[in-house]
């Protein structure tokens, strides 16, 4: 097989969707699989201000799911000498031509372009035949700035590039472009057109709307093997396998497997996957993500190592970080609120003074425990439900002995003291 050459090439014009990085992973799941080289090139052109925070978006975001890519980006903006060289080509072939708009002095370029409405081409390696309307097609403005599709048919041929997945929403860029290949005379890489991914209420995700930015999942929720699980879902499939870590799929990965019609974010499915990565993910790596989302609400955090074992016990029940959070507050809030039907209660005092005198491990928290049931012929899970309420403002926690283990005999104490 020849070298595999493919490559992902976003326009900085927004932040990142969940459409996006699919286009990403399917390309870098093509190249790792038929040992390719996989680039990234960012299409600049337009030297807009506002491209760099986009461009650091890009680069970002390429770091957080190890996206790597051959050599350095390229971008377009650095590549005028290529486009310029290209252009002599077509006036030496006369497949270009000066045009002036009467409102301006400097003209523009424009490629005279097929005649013909009937275009035949492929995708995913079938003949489609379009009925295509062509019209000469403008490559430079009269500001010197070059136009998307002649740069992209540069870039790739000076990049060699073999094959190109990408959405279908850039079909109807495609003819325009194999024209021009026809013209440099050099080989037509094979096209892929991914399907789109649809929100929740049908409609195209756009880089211009930030419910879907890639960033805003990690922020608030998701751990990144979770989204590349869900996200490589969403338009390709095997033997109806739903959770796998992602070197699994890059193993797996055949671009024949990728479906013909649109998909539909489902977020309670995502969701569920996330839970199932959480359960079986490290604590730190967990904690990182935790401070990033605390850091965005502008909450320091302290008690580092108590909330990484914390951690271990809510892991296996939550669906992401926000409910983590949400179950651990006691550990990040100072809530002083007093419950007041349980002020001076005869209980509380008795556990004080017997946690007071107790060595702090498990089993003795246990004995203390099971004590104060006897003293006060209690059952265990109106005991328990009682201390969760004093302690956590909760009617529910996991493995109440554990938690108050961890959460340290200082802090205990001074809960129940404050019901004296």
């Given amino acids: 097989m020849k070298l595999l050459n493919i490559r992902f090439a976003p326009s900085p014009s927004g932040y990142l ?7 990403i992973l399917y390309n870098f799941a093509f190249s790792f699989k038929n040992k390719g080289n996989f680039f990234l090139r960012i299409e600049d052109s337009n030297l807009n201000i506002k491209y760099i925070k986009y461009i650091k978006n890009i680069l970002n975001i390429f770091s957080i799911f190890n996206f790597n890519y051959k050599k350095k980006p390229f971008f377009q903006s650095k590549r005028n000498f290529y486009y310029l060289k290209f252009i002599k080509k077509l006036f030496k072939i006369k497949k270009v ?3 002036f708009d009467k409102f301006k002095s400097i003209p523009i370029i424009k490629f005279k372009n097929n005649k013909k409405n009937i275009f035949k081409w492929k995708n995913f390696n079938k003949k489609i035949i379009s009925n295509y309307k062509f019209k000469d097609l403008i490559i430079r403005r009269s500001n010197n700035l070059y136009l998307y599709n002649f740069c992209v048919v540069v870039d790739d041929i000076k990049m060699k590039i073999s094959h190109i997945i990408r959405g279908d929403d850039h079909i109807s860029n495609t003819p325009n472009q194999i024209c021009l ?8 890489p094979i096209y892929y057109h991914l399907p789109m991914i649809l929100n929740n209420n049908g409609k195209k995700l756009s880089k211009k709307k930030k419910s879907f930015k890639i960033l805003n999942f990690i922020k608030n929720n998701f751990l990144p093997e979770t989204l590349l699980n869900y996200i490589s879902k969403l338009g390709w499939g095997f033997l109806n396998k739903e959770i796998y870590k992602i070197n699994n799929f890059y193993n797996l990965f055949n671009i024949k497997n990728i479906k013909k019609s649109s998909s539909k974010i ?3 499915k995502l969701n569920w996957i996330n839970k199932y ?22 909450i320091k955090l302290k ?3 108590k909330i990484i074992k914390i951690i271990n016990i809510y892991k296996f029940n939550n669906i992401n970080f926000k409910n983590i959070l949400n179950n651990i507050k006691y550990l990040y809030i100072n809530n002083n609120k007093i419950l007041s039907n349980f002020k001076k209660n005869k ?8 946690f007071f005198k107790i060595i702090w491990k498990k089993k003795y928290i246990n004995l203390i ?33 554990t938690i108050i283990k961890i959460i340290g005999k200082k802090k205990i104490l001074n809960i129940l003291y404050k019901y004296f």
């Fill in 17 to 23: 969707h969940i459409g996006n990085i699919r286009t």
């Fill in 347 to 354: 209980i509380i005092f008795d556990l004080y003074i017997l």
């Fill in 277 to 298: 990565h959480l359960k079986y993910s490290n604590n730190i790596k967990i904690f990182k993500y935790i401070i990033i989302f605390l850091k965005n609400k502008k």
């Fill in 266 to 268: 489902n977020i309670l």
């Fill in 369 to 401: 425990i099971n004590k104060i049931i006897n003293i006060y012929k209690l059952k265990n899970y109106i005991l328990n439900k009682f201390l969760r309420i004093i302690i956590f403002k909760k009617k529910n926690t996991p493995s109440l002995i």
């Fill in 181 to 188: 290949y026809k013209s440099f005379k050099k080989k037509i």
């Fill in 303 to 305: 008690n580092y190592f």
């Fill in 97 to 99: 031509y000066f045009f």
